[in-house]
T-cell receptor, first 112, second 108 residues
Framework: DAMVIQNPRYQVTQFGKPVTLSCSQT?????MYWYQQKSSQAPKLLFH???????NEADTPDNFQSRRPNTSFCFLDIRSPGLGDTAMYLC???????????FGEGSRLTVL | RKEVEQDPGPFNVPEGATVAFNCTYS??????FFWYRQDCRKEPKLLMS???SGNEDGRFTAQLNRASQYISLLIRDSKLSDSATYLC?????????FGAGTRLTVKP
């Protein structure tokens, strides 16, 4: 059974039209991550939560916001998507410290 | 300087070859280290954690050198199914960062 579930798996949106991607986990992990992965590039960390503590990467655009209403769920909001935001968005969880990352299958976003 | 730097590849090797990937990290306070494998258009999957004493899992051997701040992955007796992108991950206080990834293609 999938332990990290992302929805939607595929999303096509228009330039400037807000998008929300969701992630849920059944692992009860403290840490949740959002990564952006563009074609032929490595995953780039956007932000992560340790419980409710939010950690934003310095170079994450303001256009990207996140919410974690409870342990199980985390959302990525892209307020005004640009063409350059076309990418796969990966959610991952970890138990913390030395724990490995558990990934969802990703949400593939295309901005037209 | 990037926090995690990785051999760019690509590596094209015949079946049965031995191939090694390296990854260096800049922050000496990094706490844990991993190798992930990513197939085309899929999410990364854990290949193995990297322990200070080095560790082996079948044909795969991972090593960590804290003094020189690098980790390595050795694949022996390469199989066609090993073709993928290999990503190193370095963790410091839950800040999990990826290297750029090295693409491996194993050919018959």
């Amino acid at each position: 059974d999938a332990m990290v579930i992302q929805n939607p798996r595929y999303q096509v949106t228009q330039f400037g039209k807000p998008v929300t991607l969701s992630c849920s986990q059944t692992l009860n992990h403290n840490v949740m991550y959002w990564y952006q992965q563009k074609s032929s590039q490595a995953p780039k960390l956007l932000f992560h939560y340790y419980d409710k503590d939010f950690n934003n990467e310095a170079d994450t655009p303001d256009n990207f916001q996140s919410r974690r209403p409870n342990t199980s769920f985390c959302f990525l909001d892209i307020r005004s998507p640009g063409l350059g935001d076309t990418a796969m968005y990966l959610c991952a969880t970890s138990s913390g410290v030395a724990g490995e990352l558990f990934f969802g299958e990703g949400s593939r976003l295309t901005v037209l | 300087r990037k926090e995690v730097e990785q051999d760019p590849g690509p590596f094209n090797v015949p079946e049965g070859a031995t191939v090694a990937f390296n990854c260096t990290y800049s922050n000496s306070a990094s706490q844990s280290f991993f190798w992930y494998r990513q197939d085309c258009r899929k999410e990364p999957k854990l290949l193995m954690s990297v322990y200070s004493s080095g560790n082996e899992d079948g044909r795969f051997t991972a090593q960590l050198n804290r003094a020189s701040q690098y980790i390595s992955l050795l694949i022996r007796d390469s199989k066609l199914s090993d073709s993928a992108t290999y990503l190193c991950v370095v963790n410091r206080f839950n800040d999990m960062r990826f290297g750029a990834g090295t693409r491996l293609t194993v050919k018959p």
